[in-house]
């Protein structure tokens, strides 16, 4: 009896959760005019194509659990976020996996009532097609692919697919970051790729200045030419996009002249509200003939310093004597610039774009499809009843080999407050639960209550590139009672406040958060920030 009312004493339950986030840059979008990004925060490597009169658009998310999520829009500016297309642990399995291994850059595509979205599971089993007849899901099982690399994405032509990814050269690497693209039939109603494997690319626009990690390429046919799209460069300062043309799928393909096509890298890096590391675009043509390009890119708050990862831009495409073009060299991305010419589409319940906030009640019985956690959970850890998130401890925050008890969202903006309301009596010393912020597992903050010493206290700790934490502050606290813990981000630092009755009470303020950024912690993901609950 002793034994289960400890166990009880550890399940933290949490209620009233709510963001509130600022762009750090202030600009006011005209009426005829969009905000970028068109998705804010961690959704890097977008995709997006079109049905009828709907589009839809698709994000990588790494080892972050469900994952690739999946959002449609009516005119290319206001999305929706309609699923995830990874929600079944059965799907893929990330245990072992660090945060920015797993699903990397998917590529979304629809054909003969079909939506297929082919992607690559890092570490864990290589490339896959799923399918969906609705693309909120549910989608299939992987199909899994014989061909190594990354970041296929499908070419259709008539009743027939063509998958082209990143793959090694035909030749041994030359350098570090030798990359090739290549070809290769798919045959869609078997289930499996078909033919001759074909390279269009060997390292990139010019073998001779040893370009590096040619990725995420599109195919596309326009007036009697085949286009290569890819990204050239790596996703950091260097992040670009090149295009090459051909006559025959199989090329040769021939650089453009005037490539780049898209680039941040030319810019003075002094300048105010950058935006860098643009790249990883693909096209899409509107119901009225016009050309779009969804791509990512970043906005530093200092010094190349991100802490909500890689988001989501569009920008028109124009057609140039035969080739496509985004942005000319050495102009930067616009905060705000003209709408497509489609209908206006409605603002979403939850917006992506701008300053927003919003507020999770925890109502039903299930989380909102906004909530992730990390890595493949193999038994539930968590339930949503009476407007009460309930959260058992799970594994360590480190344990590669196990999933903690976490869920949270994304980090939209540099500028945030987030809280939440819990209840909490751990059972033992260094039991803890709280509010955490998680760029991986060796660089995240934990905020919350825990016992010291035999006492109940409100603390802090960080974890900067390391595998262990640092106690940054502490103090005694009643946690008899329900606690309210907000942590306050301004760009690199942030503030922890905890409020007991109505008294608030600062832990600790100017805490700097640098280590959350991409930079300092590496990998591809961004800021996630949420319960927690470890033993």
Request: aromatic share 12%.
């Amino acid at each position: 009896m002793a034994a289960a009312s400890a166990a009880t004493a550890q399940v933290a339950r949490f209620e009233h959760f709510r963001y509130d986030g600022k762009a750090q840059e202030r600009v006011s979008a005209r009426p005829g005019a969009y905000r970028n990004p068109i998705l804010s925060g961690y959704f890097p490597d977008p995709s997006v194509t079109r049905v009828g009169d709907d589009y839809y658009l698709v994000n990588s998310s790494f080892a972050h659990f469900p994952g690739l999520p999946v959002f449609r829009s009516k005119d290319l500016v206001n999305w929706t976020q309609i699923g995830n297309a990874i929600d079944r642990p059965g799907q893929l399995d990330f245990t072992g996996r660090r945060v920015s291994q797993a699903v990397f850059a998917p590529d979304i595509s629809f054909h003969d009532g079909t939506f297929y979205i082919v992607n690559t599971c890092v570490e864990c089993g290589g490339n896959f097609v799923i399918t969906a007849k609705n693309p909120a899901g549910p989608w299939s099982q992987p199909i899994w692919l014989p061909f190594e690399g990354i970041d296929p994405s499908i070419y259709w032509e008539g009743d027939r697919a063509y998958i082209v990814n990143n793959r090694a050269p035909a030749e041994p690497p030359r350098y570090d970051g030798h990359r090739a693209i290549w070809v290769q039939e798919y045959d869609w109603r078997a289930g499996k790729m078909v033919g001759e494997s074909t390279m269009l690319v060997n390292g990139g626009v010019d073998l001779s200045k040893k370009p590096v990690w040619i990725e995420g390429s599109h195919l596309l046919r326009k007036d009697g030419w085949y286009y290569l799209s890819a990204a050239e460069g790596g996703t950091s300062d260097n992040h670009s996009q090149v295009v090459f043309r051909s006559r025959s799928l199989r090329g040769p393909f021939v650089p453009y002249a005037g490539n780049p096509i898209l680039t941040q890298r030319d810019l003075p890096p002094g300048r105010a509200h950058p935006i860098t590391s643009a790249g990883h675009a693909k096209f899409v043509q509107t119901q009225n003939g016009d050309w779009w390009a969804t791509f990512l890119a970043t906005r530093p708050y200092a010094d190349g310093l991100y802490n909500i990862g890689r988001e989501t831009f569009l920008l028109p495409v124009t057609w140039k004597d035969g080739w496509p073009h985004i942005l000319e060299r050495g102009v930067p991305i616009p905060f705000a610039a003209p709408r497509p010419k489609l209908p206006a589409g409605a603002k979403p319940v939850l917006p992506t774009s701008g300053d927003f906030g919003y507020a999770d009640d925890f109502s039903g019985d299930r989380l909102a499809m906004q909530w992730i956690g990390i890595r493949t959970p193999k038994q539930p850890f968590h339930r949503v009843a009476g407007g009460t998130l309930e959260l058992r401890p799970g594994a360590r925050f480190g344990d590669l080999n196990g999933v903690p008890s976490f869920v949270g969202r994304r980090q939209q903006h540099h500028v945030a407050t987030v809280s939440v309301t819990m209840r909490y009596q751990p059972g033992k010393d260094g039991a803890r639960a709280g509010l955490a912020a998680v760029q991986n597992d060796r660089s995240l903050l934990l905020f919350g209550v825990t016992r010291i010493q035999g006492k109940p206290m409100v603390a802090l700790w960080t974890r900067a590139g390391a595998d262990a934490d640092t106690l940054v502050a502490s103090a005694p606290v009643d946690a008899a009672r329900p606690v309210t813990l907000t942590l306050r981000a301004d760009g690199g630092t942030m503030g922890f406040d905890y409020a007991i009755g109505g008294e608030r009470k600062t832990l600790r303020d100017g805490v700097d958060a640098g280590f959350l950024s991409t930079a300092r912690a590496g990998g591809f993901v961004g800021t996630v920030i949420g319960p927690f609950d470890e033993p």
